[in-house]
């Protein structure tokens, strides 16, 4: 600022006696200070957000700044060698800012991002230039040499060659860092804004300069100023998207601008008189000309703005609140985009599987995962998003990434774009090469970008969807397996009833074969009525009777009649133990757990193994004890414990003796009778009228033990097929039957 202020006050100084006026000297102080503050504050640290510009960068910035504040203020200046000199340092320090600041153009990382070697030869290079011209102005000002080359002045030329040099030396160092890191994100655009900007000053100075539209020093000059303003906005801007897009719209500007105006200016030097007209049309030209600049701005995009305009199209595709449909016209937006041979593929990492779509648009679903070493590569770069050929540039230095790339040249991909929800990495996107090989530009991976966070909340909706049916089939085959295994365990239970059931029903057959008599159907009403109950019972049973048809009848109608029928004999002194109830192996509880035990001759047992059964019954297990006499007259006597009294009490059926049940004595004997026979292994005997009399007449002390034992002995002695009354009176005569004995 003292410089620019010293100059301005020289200027305001020196004009009246230069020929000028004060308020030339007034507005190159003001003009100069306003350039400085402005250009300072443009390449300012960033308030918020990533910083782009080195530290070198800037301070390169700051040079040009002051160079641009100089060389406009001395503008304003009357015709002067001391501040024509001053103009000549102004562009000097604008031209090697400028360069400087091309050689520190910052990126946003990446793989990519290895810096190279500031190209100081150019800055070299530059500042000889200017330092020469600077030389021979000094000394032809203060009179020590004055040369004249090609009929100029010597500072003149040397002027006119340090500008061209400089620009030259700018396209030369833009070209170089486009070459060498092309691959860094943000830099490509920025080179290349350098390289057309510095171009197009060039030639306009060029043929302005041929076309005498100035002196060709003036023009040189100006056009060395608008490229070293230009370099240094493209290498210290903070937006790569924004240089680009300003680059394709000034590009496309003077695409069709250029022209017509350079027409003007031949058509206005030769008819000076047609000026006015010639301004005019060249002016609605011009308009015109604007309205189909942004046509063709988008046409000088990367790629004419292929991917831009797939992008865009992919991204309004996203937009649908199915995520099945979503991803469906995603996919198909990007494959009829870039041709119906490119297949983009979307990997679920939640879901663990591969998404595509035919040519027809039906979706595909794989089990397929991407190689984590590119998800981890992708999530480092820049936005997420990394280019097969960004890889494919350090695959020489970094081997870990050639099988990423030799992958991705498989499937044809151009880029991986990382898709996240909330900050987690739900899935990840291949963009199909479709032929590119040219770098990512910023846009691009910012239009990228831009979809994978659409694509974010689609990927997870559709993920926690899969995930959902991949659990309901897991849970489905689960539920399957299980209900097989259920039904498997249903028939082996219900093939394990039906035996239990059949062998209690062969048990309990004699009452279907007699039981016509009022008692003995009464005595089976009641069973069943008390089986029902599901209860512990007892069956009072006269001597010699059998009760294990009675148990088994009122066991089919209990609710354990699907589990076993167990019968323990209490009189066996193997079964009286407390041991064998309690602490062997499978004792008698246990065996009859989920049917039904029967416990004959109840008051033989020991009183203690009574109370243990009364107390560890179970309540999946039905209890029936089978006695000689009513249980109130046992458990008085000491023979039946109280508590096993309790558990049987006000349900007890009592057995009709065999001489109550005269109508079932002959289908009882007969049945008897063949049983014997069967036994014996003889031809079958039938049973005389004469014989069935005589049991008729018999009194049965022993009830149906001493029918048995009567008709097997007869069954033994008979020898025709009729068994006679003589062979049943000369046995009942002598039959014993051992008192208090039952079945």
Known sequence: ???????????????????????????????????????????????????????????????????????????????????????????????????????????????????????????????????????????????????????????????????????????????????????????????????????????????????????????????????????????????????????????????????????????AFKAPTHAGVIMFTTTIAAALAGLVAPRLAGHLAPERGRWLRVVADAVRAAKDPDSARAMTRVLSAVREGLGVDCSPMLYRLTAGDCVTVDRAGYLHVDRAMAPSGLLDVSATEPDGVVATETLRSVQVKRTAVRPLVTWLDEREVGAAVVVREEDVAVGLLLWPAAGRVAPLAYDEVVALRQLADHLGAVVGASALLARSRARQVEADVVIGEAEGHVATLRREVEDREARQRALAEMMARPLSIATASPAAQQARVEARRLGTLGLPMAFIVPVGGQAMPWCAEAHLASPFSGGPLVFVDGAAPAEQTLTRWSEEEHPPLEAAAGGTLVVRHAQALPLETQRYIASALPQTTGLMIVISGLPDELCRGGWLEERLLDRVRSRVVCLPALAERAEDLRPLAVHMLARAVAQSGRDPVELSLEAQRVLNEHDWPGNETELEAVLLRAALLCEGPTLGADVLESLMGKTVIPPAVSS
């Open 1 to 267: 600022m003292f410089a620019v202020v010293y100059l301005g006050a020289a200027v305001l100084q020196g004009a009246p006696r230069q020929g000028g006026t004060r308020w030339s000297g007034y507005v190159a102080l003001g003009f100069g200070a306003l350039v400085l503050v402005l250009g300072w504050r443009a390449v300012r640290v960033p308030t918020r957000g990533l910083d782009l510009v080195t530290l070198r960068g800037r301070s390169s910035g700051h040079v040009v700044a002051t160079g641009a504040a100089i060389w406009l203020g001395m503008r304003f200046a009357p015709p002067a060698a001391s501040f024509d000199i001053a103009a000549l340092i102004g562009l000097a320090l604008a031209g090697v800012g400028s360069v400087a600041a091309l050689s520190h153009v910052g990126s946003l990382g990446g793989i990519a991002a290895v810096r190279k070697n500031a190209p100081w030869r150019a800055v070299v290079i530059v500042g000889g230039l200017w330092a020469l011209a600077l030389g021979l102005a000094v000394l032809a000002i203060t009179g020590q040499a004055r040369w004249i080359v090609l009929g100029r002045p010597a500072e003149q030329f040397a002027s006119l060659v340090a500008s061209l040099g400089s620009m030259t030396v700018t396209l030369v160092a833009a070209f170089q860092l486009y070459a060498q890191r092309r691959f860094e994100l943000g830099v490509a655009e920025r080179a290349a804004a350098a390289l057309w900007l510095t171009m197009f000053c060039m030639v306009v100075g060029v043929i302005a300069a041929l076309m005498e539209v100035a002196a060709p020093t003036e023009v040189v000059a100006a056009a060395a100023f608008a490229s070293a303003i230009a370099t240094s906005m493209s290498a210290l801007s903070q937006s790569p998207q924004r240089v680009s897009v300003a680059l394709r719209t000034v590009a496309a500007m003077l695409v069709l601008c250029a022209p017509l105006v350079s027409i003007a200016v031949v058509f």
